[in-house]
């Protein structure tokens, strides 16, 4: 079993910046490929970015260029660096992780965190 424990939400202003951590409670974060998630208010949960155990870093459209994941194996942690936020980032966000075989059944075969809210308003 893998729990995973978000932090570093809060209140930012537009334009302002914020890193959001996720600790994950064993050695899993140079294995797994973790991602972080959102789910903002009336809307469904998506996507945000990932990094695969090779390190190769993906991103959502609404992401690139402005979020920046990473992670630090020795401390089992992955970050999500976000800037140039926007009232749209608006969102709980979730980090994931899940096998890479099981890549694309994060809903079912992942562990996620219980989140850590970002709001993005003046």
């Known amino acids: 079993q893998v729990q995973l424990v978000e932090s570093g939400g809060g209140l930012v202003q537009p334009g302002g910046s914020l890193r959001l951590s996720c600790a994950a409670s064993?050695?899993?974060?140079?294995?797994?490929?973790m991602g972080w998630y959102r789910r903002a208010p009336g809307k469904e949960r998506e996507w945000v970015a990932r990094?695969?155990?090779?390190?190769?870093?993906t991103y959502a459209d609404s992401a690139k260029g402005r979020f920046t994941i990473s992670r630090d194996n020795a401390q089992n942690m992955v970050y999500l660096q976000m800037s140039s936020l926007k009232p749209d980032d608006t969102a709980v966000y979730y980090c994931?992780?899940?096998?890479?075989?099981?890549?694309?059944?994060?809903?079912?075969?992942?562990?996620w965190g219980k989140g850590t809210l970002v709001t993005v308003s003046s």
């Open positions: 994931n992780a899940v096998r890479p075989s099981e890549l694309g059944y994060e809903d079912v075969l992942g562990y």
């Open positions: 064993r050695s899993i974060v140079s294995i797994y490929v």
């Open positions: 990094i695969f155990s090779g390190g190769t870093t």
